[in-house]
T-cell receptor, first 113, second 117 residues
Framework: SQQGEEDPQALSIQEGENATMNCSYK?????LQWYRQNSGRGLVHLIL?????REKHSGRLRVTLDTSKKSSSLLITASRAADTASYFC?????????????FGSGTRLQVQP | GAGVSQTPSNKVTEKGKYVELRCDPI?????LYWYRQSLGQGPEFLIY????????DSGLPNDRFFAVRPEGSVSTLKIQRTERGDSAVYLC???????????????FGPGTRLTVL
């Protein structure tokens, strides 16, 4: 079963605009990660935020985490056509003996050139 | 260095047949994971290996699914008596083990697209 839900399910923007994707999850977590997937194949890790962190930046990416609301957001600034992909949040549980990630259903981002 | 590789990239089989999917993790990664992804969904966890042993197989849907990692490197996911509902992309990932059990990113392979006719 999916742990999280991404919102929106699909997003279409123009190159240069910012894209914001949201993720909600259900259980207490140890960390939350965002991944990108092109063409329905392998996922690429983007950023990891720990449960005791509130915000993290990496290049054009900004991630926030609100554990009280069990939600996270991913902001991509100054989007490019190459950012077109599906984006997934994935949570790692408090029980570190269980290292599996639980993924949401993803946001499909289309950046129009 | 080389990333995670998976073979075959595509597999078409008939209902009731047996299939094996192979994963070659990144050298030195002791942790290996199998996920299954259906169309329009996120990956769903199947099984996790730490070294040669399956540390968590709670995601395997039933006893038709089995995975091995005999030498702590390459892993094979085996599906017996395949059903049409098994059609999906099977993803393998590997990682180092985080310090003190802390979170760690996973590196994914390109996946094997399994189609059961």
């Amino acid at each position: 079963s999916q742990q999280g839900e991404e919102d929106p399910q699909a997003l279409s923007i123009q190159e240069g605009e910012n894209a914001t994707m949201n993720c909600s999850y259900k259980t207490s977590i140890n960390n939350l990660q965002w991944y990108r997937q092109n063409s329905g194949r392998g996922l690429v890790h983007l950023i990891l935020i720990r449960s005791n962190e509130r915000e993290k930046h990496s290049g054009r990416l900004r991630v926030t985490l609100d554990t009280s609301k069990k939600s996270s957001s991913l902001l991509i600034t100054a989007s490019r056509a190459a950012d077109t992909a599906s984006y997934f949040c994935a949570t790692g549980l408090m029980d570190t003996g269980r290292r599996a990630l639980t993924f949401g259903s993803g946001t499909r981002l289309q950046v129009q050139p | 260095g080389a990333g995670v590789s998976q073979t075959p990239s595509n597999k078409v089989t008939e209902k009731g047949k047996y299939v094996e999917l192979r994963c070659d993790p990144i050298s030195g990664h002791t942790a290996l994971y199998w996920y299954r992804q259906s169309l329009g969904q996120g990956p769903e966890f199947l099984i996790y290996f730490q070294g040669t042993g399956a540390a968590d197989d709670s995601g395997l849907p039933n006893d038709r699914f089995f995975a091995v990692r005999p030498e702590g490197s390459v892993s094979t996911l085996k599906i017996q008596r395949t059903e049409r509902g098994d059609s999906a992309v099977y993803l393998c990932a590997s990682s180092l083990v985080g310090l003190a059990g802390g979170p760690i990113e996973q590196f994914f392979g390109p996946g094997t697209r399994l189609t059961v006719l």
